[in-house]
C-alpha cells in the first residue's frame, strides 16, 4: 500500500501544495481512482442517446480511469435505466452498439435481460441449482440527471441533486432542454500530464494574465470571482465589455452584473464550463499517472453568440494551458522539488481541491 499523503493546512496561509508524488507515484494514481473517482459522479451521455422506449446506448464510465462498460437504456415503460453492461453468466459485455431492442441478449451463450436488466432466460441451464437468482440480473448502476445530461457513478459519496445543487440553483433558469450536442465543439486533447495537474490550473485564475493574453484582454481579473462548494467549485469571469455576457434573469443572484462565463468543476474531474452560447462539458480522464485525455463535449442553445466573449477561443486557451500543464509535469517529477505555498488570494480553488483530494484519500 502506498503511503498516504500529508495533511493540507485548512488555513490556506499556512497551507503547503500536495507532494510531487502524487503527481507521479503509478501506486498512489491507482488509489485515487478508487478513493476519489469511484465515489464520484460522471458524465456518461446525454437523453437523446436514449430519446425513445427500446432505446439502449452502451458506454464507458470514465474511460481510461474507471473503464467501467455501462448501458442506458429505455424501457417500453418509458423509463431510464443505467445498468451494468457486464453478462452475469461470464463476464461477456452484453450490448456492443446502440440501437432499439425489445430486449438484450448476451451472444456469447445466448442469456436474455429485459430492458430493466432483469433476467429473463437462459438455455441450457436445467438442473441448476438456485437459478436464477436476484444477482442473474443486471447490476443497477446509480446515475441522475441534469437538464438532458446524464451523470452516473460506481459508489457516489452524495447524492446527484446535493453534488450539484450549487449549479443547479445558479444557472437552472437556462434552457438546458434546448442545448444541443455540437459535434464540432467536441473533441480530445491528449495531455502529458497527470490529471490533477490539469485539474490545479484549471482551478486558478492567477494564471490568466500570464499564460491567457487573449482571454485576459476579455475578462476583468480583479472581478474574477470563486466560490467553494462540499463537491465543487464556481469561478466567475466577468466581461471586460459589454459583449458576449449572459442576459441574466432578475432573480439572478449575479442579476446586472457583465457575465462573460460561469466555471463550474466537480470533484474530482469534471467541469461545465457555462458561457452566453452554451456549455463546454469537459471530463479529465488519467489514463495514466502522467498521460490525461480531456473530452470537450460542447452543447449549443444561442448559435449567434458563439463568435465572441470568454467562451469563443476555447481551443487556443486549451492549447496554452496543456503546454504549461506539460511542463510543469516535467517539474514535479524533479528530484529537486517537493511542495510549494499558495497564494492566499489567487490559489483558493486548487487548495480547496487539494483538501479534497487528501480527505478521500486519508479516509
Ligand atoms: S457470458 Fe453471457 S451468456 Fe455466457
Ligand atoms: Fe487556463
Known sequence: ?????????????????????????????????????????????????????????????LEGGLDE???????????????????????????????????????????????DGSFLSMPEFDGVEGFPSASDSLPRVPFGTFGKWIMAGVDPIAPLADYLRPMIERVGWLPLNQFTYSAQRSRDYLVQANWALYCDNYLEGFHIPFIHAGLNDLLDYENYDLELYEFGILQIGTAKGAEATFDLPSDSPDYGKSIAAYYYWFFPNTMFNFYPWG????????????????????????????????GAALDRVERED???????QRGVRSRFYDRGRYSVRRENGTHHFHRMLERFLND
Open 322 to 328: 496543456e503546454a504549461i500543464v506539460e511542463l510543469t
Open 1 to 61: 500500500m502506498a503511503e498516504s499523503i500529508p495533511t493540507i493546512a485548512a488555513d490556506i496561509a499556512k497551507a503547503w501544495t500536495l507532494p510531487s508524488r502524487f503527481y507521479t507515484d503509478p501506486e498512489l494514481h491507482r488509489r485515487v481512482i478508487e478513493s476519489a473517482f469511484a465515489k464520484s459522479w460522471q458524465f456518461v451521455g446525454d437523453l437523446d442517446q436514449v430519446k425513445v422506449p427500446g432505446q439502449v446506448y452502451p458506454t464507458t464510465m
Open 279 to 310: 456549455c463546454s462539458i469537459n471530463v479529465v480522464k488519467p489514463l495514466t499517472v502522467d498521460r490525461t485525455k480531456v473530452t470537450f463535449i460542447g452543447y449549443v442553445w444561442d448559435e449567434s453568440k458563439l463568435g465572441s466573449g470568454a
Open 69 to 115: 462498460p455501462i448501458l442506458l437504456t429505455r424501457d417500453m415503460h418509458d423509463n431510464l435505466h443505467c445498468l451494468s453492461n457486464v453478462c452475469t453468466h461470464r463476464g461477456n459485455l452484453v450490448c456492443e452498439a446502440g440501437g432499439n431492442e425489445r430486449f438484450l441478449r448476451c451472444r456469447y451463450h445466448g442469456r436474455r435481460f429485459n430492458l
